[in-house]
C-alpha cells in the first residue's frame, strides 16, 4: 500500500507538469514562432495530437466504456451515448443566436419620424461582422467541447488511478498518461489559442485541463476505503462517462480536428504539408495505440 501510494503521488507531480506543458507550449508561440498557427510545424504538431485524441478515445476510453458496461456484475444493459453532434451544434447555435443579437441590437435602434410613425434608424454598428465572426465561434465551440470530453474521461482515469493499489498496474498507466496529457495537451492548446480568448478564460481553460487528473488521483486515494470497480454503481456510471467522452473525443478528433485541417487551403494547397501531417497523424495514433497494450 505504501509503495503504491508513492507511485501516486509521483503520478499526481508528473501528470501535472507535463500536462501543463502540453497545454501551455502553443500558447507561448509569441515564445516560439514555429508553432504559431501560420506556420507548417503548428498543423504537424496539431495532426500528431489529433492523433493522440483520436486513438485515446477508440484504444482507451471506448474499450473501458464497453468493459464496464458489459460486465457480469451488471443485469443485462442496453447503453448508447450519440449525444456529441447534438452538444456541437447546439452550441454553435448558441453563439450564432448570441452574436447575431449583438449585431441587430447595434446594427437598428427604433426611432419615430415627424408623423409619429416606427421606423428603423441605421446607427453605428456595435457588433462583429458574422461572416468575419464564423470561423472564431466554431473555434470556440470546437476548444470547449474537445476539453469537455478530456475533462470526462481525466477524472474517470484519475479516479481509477488513485483508487488502486497495484503498483504494477499503476506505473504503465502513469507513462501512458503522461504521454497522453502531453500532446493531447498540445491539441487543446492549439485549439485554445485558435479560440483567442481573453487572458482570464485561456487561465480557467488551462487549470481544468491541468488540475483533471491530478484531482481525480486524489479522489480516489480518499476513496479507496469504499470505492469499488465492480460495484453495479461503479460500472454504470464509469462506463456512461466513458461512453460520453469516447463520443466526443471521437467526434471532435475526426470532424472538427483532422477533417477540417485536411480539407483546409493550407494543407490542400501543399502536397509535401499533407504527407506530413499524415504521418504525424499515423505517429500519434499508433504510439498512444501501443500504449493501450500496457495501459
Request: aromatic share 6%; with cysteine; net charge positive.
Amino acid at each position: 500500500m505504501a509503495k503504491s501510494l508513492k507511485l501516486k503521488l509521483i503520478a499526481i507531480a508528473s501528470i501535472l507538469i507535463t500536462t501543463m506543458v502540453g497545454v501551455c507550449l502553443p500558447l507561448f508561440s509569441t515564445a516560439v514562432p514555429a508553432l504559431r498557427p501560420d506556420k507548417n510545424l503548428f498543423s504537424i504538431v496539431k495532426a500528431f495530437a489529433s492523433g493522440v485524441i483520436l486513438a485515446t478515445g477508440y484504444m482507451h476510453v471506448l474499450p473501458d466504456s464497453f468493459n464496464c458496461l458489459t460486465s457480469e456484475c451488471l443485469p443485462k444493459i442496453l447503453g448508447r451515448t450519440i449525444a456529441t453532434l447534438m452538444v456541437d451544434s447546439s452550441a454553435m447555435s448558441y453563439y450564432w443566436k448570441r452574436l447575431n443579437g449583438v449585431a441587430e441590437g447595434g446594427d437598428r435602434e427604433k426611432g419615430r419620424n415627424r408623423d409619429g410613425e416606427s421606423v428603423n434608424v441605421k446607427v453605428e454598428d456595435q457588433g462583429p461582422n458574422n461572416q468575419d465572426s464564423a470561423p472564431l465561434l466554431r473555434h470556440r465551440v470546437v476548444a470547449q467541447v474537445l476539453e469537455l470530453g478530456i475533462v470526462v474521461h481525466s477524472t474517470v482515469i484519475g479516479l481509477s488511478t488513485g483508487a488502486s493499489y497495484n503498483p504494477c498496474a499503476i506505473r504503465p498507466l502513469v507513462a501512458a498518461l503522461c504521454f497522453h496529457q502531453l500532446f493531447e495537451g498540445m491539441g487543446l492548446g492549439g485549439c485554445i489559442l485558435q479560440a483567442e480568448y481573453g487572458l482570464k478564460m485561456n487561465a480557467i481553460m488551462v487549470f481544468l485541463f491541468s488540475a483533471t487528473t491530478p484531482l481525480g488521483i486524489v479522489l480516489g486515494i480518499g476513496s479507496s476505503n469504499v470505492y469499488s470497480d465492480n460495484s453495479p454503481t461503479a460500472l454504470i456510471v464509469v462506463g456512461a462517462l466513458n461512453a460520453s467522452s469516447a463520443g466526443l473525443l471521437n467526434y471532435m478528433a475526426l470532424v472538427d480536428l483532422l477533417s477540417a485541417e485536411f480539407m483546409g487551403p493550407k494543407l490542400q494547397k501543399s502536397v509535401r504539408l499533407q504527407i506530413q501531417a499524415d504521418m504525424a497523424v499515423l505517429l500519434g495514433a499508433g504510439g498512444m495505440s501501443l500504449m493501450a497494450k500496457w495501459a
